[in-house]
């Protein structure tokens, strides 16, 4: 049972496109935090949102938190190929002390 | 470097024989888990160390998988009796902190068992 459902799988898109990945579930979760990973590499964290309604941005990215605290989204704006990785968001059960992460989202920006 | 280090970085196993996986996690820091990830997939818990005390090991899919920190710092995953649906990438993270916040990953252990 996947507790953190992420959609698109894969996404393949244009450099300069625009995107969005979202994070849902049934689950409250005391706070999610985003990742990118590379192959080879261990995931690295982005950014993290403890808030229902919180929104982040970095850079081209902005990552929001939903009112209830059970989704969250990542969109992309003017996508570029170094943007390319698996995006994996995870969560953090309240009062548990392990991350859970969704099954990711394979981005490919293409040039 | 100063971040976590994991060894071997590829281990190839015949099915049958026994695994042991190494971790390095930053100095200092008190919280350790182990994930495994298969191609594609997110990282799947494992288990989670507070210093040298396992809180947690309702991820080890089987009785096969055993995980120690003895000291509180280096931690080794062991897969005994290897068997082909055990071969993924095994991630270790630390923390600063009791708990998850915030994750360094080290790059895994790529275990392919044959």
């Known amino acids: 049972t996947q507790l953190l459902e992420q959609s698109p799988q894969f996404l393949s898109i244009q450099e300069g496109e625009n995107l969005t990945v979202y994070c849902n579930s049934s689950?409250?979760?005391?706070?999610l935090q985003w990742y990118r990973q590379e192959p080879g590499e261990g995931p690295v964290l982005l950014v993290t949102?403890?808030?229902?309604?919180e929104v982040k941005k970095l850079k081209r990215l902005t990552f929001q938190f939903g009112d209830a605290r059970k989704d969250s989204s990542l969109h992309i704006t003017a996508a570029q190929p170094g943007d390319t990785g698996l995006y994996l968001c995870a969560g953090a059960i309240q009062g548990g002390g392990k991350l859970i992460f969704g099954q990711g989202t394979e981005l490919s920006v293409k040039p | 470097g100063a971040g976590v280090s994991q060894s071997p970085r590829y281990k190839v196993a015949k099915r049958g024989q026994d695994v042991a996986l190494r971790c390095d996690p930053i100095?200092?820091?008190?919280?350790l888990f182990w994930y495994q990830q298969a191609l594609g997939q997110g990282p799947e818990f494992l288990t989670y160390?507070?210093?040298?005390?396992?809180?947690?090991k309702s991820g080890l899919p089987s009785d096969r998988f055993f995980a120690e920190r003895p000291e509180g710092s280096v931690s080794t995953l062991k897969i005994q009796r290897t068997q082909q649906e055990d071969s993924a990438v095994y991630l270790c993270a630390s923390s600063p902190f009791e708990g998850w916040s915030p994750l360094h990953f080290g790059n895994g252990t790529r275990l392919t068992v044959t």
């Open positions: 689950s409250v979760f005391s706070s």
């Open positions: 100095s200092g820091h008190v919280s």
């Open positions: 160390f507070q210093n040298e005390a396992q809180l947690d």
């Open positions: 949102v403890v808030t229902g309604g």
